[in-house]
T-cell receptor
Framework: DTEVTQTPKHLVMGMTNKKSLKCEQHMGHRAMYWYKQKAKKPPELMFVYSYEKLSINESVPSRFSPECPNSSLLNLHLHALQPEDSALYLC?????????????FGPGTRLTVT | AQSVTQPDIHITVSEGASLELRCNYSYGATPYLFWYVQSPGQGLQLLLKYFSGDTLVQGIKGFEAEFKRSQSSFNLRKPSVHWSDAAEYFCAVVPKGFQGAQKLVFGQGTRLTINP
């Protein structure tokens, strides 16, 4: 089973709202990732968690706050977002954060900020 | 500069025709190489990967890719496309020699349209 699940599938939020995106995998993977993908563009890495510790933050604004409560779960907390943050947010996982491991992606959450 | 290049933004082929999508990379050491496919509004699915060994790699859905070190290329091929192959295809690399967690770097993508 190489499935990564993400909820919700769609999210519409105002600029003053607080919401969270959730990602889950049951493959025993120890690395998890958040990506942002704008229309007609490739995914851009936001955060990497390795063994539940944040190991990479690609200079993401503080209105995005990641959390890894355990090895299977990854959350992305959203607060005071801007309309330009509207995008597809993808979660991925890999067996390890080492270089020679492929990443498996979830279906994404389509976020619209109004 | 280090980069992954997919020269073709959009390709149209007829159903049943052969397909080749190009990918070139520019890194000091050969990176780990991947092809992913993304259907509209969906996540990315791994088609195949190359880490080392045989330079012709077989993947899922009838796709294959050939690594050519001399050309710094990792082109994706399929002998006969189906209408369901219409999607966005991303070449991606994990550069070597990086200390820390892996960073997957994507090309700009090639959009594949299939004519009936």
């Amino acid at each position: 089973d190489t499935e990564v699940t993400q909820t919700p599938k769609h999210l519409v939020m105002g600029m003053t709202n607080k919401k969270s995106l959730k990602c889950e995998q049951h493959m025993g993977h120890r690395a998890m990732y958040w990506y942002k993908q704008k229309a007609k563009k490739p995914p851009e890495l936001m955060f990497v968690y390795s063994y539940e510790k944040l190991s990479i933050n690609e200079s993401v604004p503080s209105r995005f706050s990641p959390e890894c409560p355990n090895s299977s779960l990854l959350n992305l907390h959203l607060h005071a977002l801007q309309p330009e943050d509207s995008a597809l947010y993808l979660c991925a996982s890999s067996q390890s954060s080492g270089l020679a491991y492929e990443q498996y992606f979830g279906p994404g959450t389509r976020l619209t900020v109004t | 500069a280090q980069s992954v290049t997919q020269p073709d933004i959009h390709i149209t082929v007829s159903e049943g025709a052969s397909l080749e999508l190009r990918c070139n990379y520019s890194y000091g050491a050969t990176p780990y190489l991947f092809w992913y496919v993304q259907s509209p509004g969906q996540g990315l699915q791994l088609l195949l990967k190359y880490f080392s060994g045989d330079t012709l790699v077989q993947g899922i859905k009838g796709f294959e890719a050939e690594f050519k070190r001399s050309q710094s290329s990792f082109n994706l091929r399929k002998p006969s496309v189906h209408w369901s192959d219409a999607a966005e295809y991303f070449c991606a690399v994990v550069p070597k020699g990086f200390q820390g967690a892996q960073k997957l770097v994507f090309g700009q993508g090639t959009r594949l349209t299939i004519n009936p």
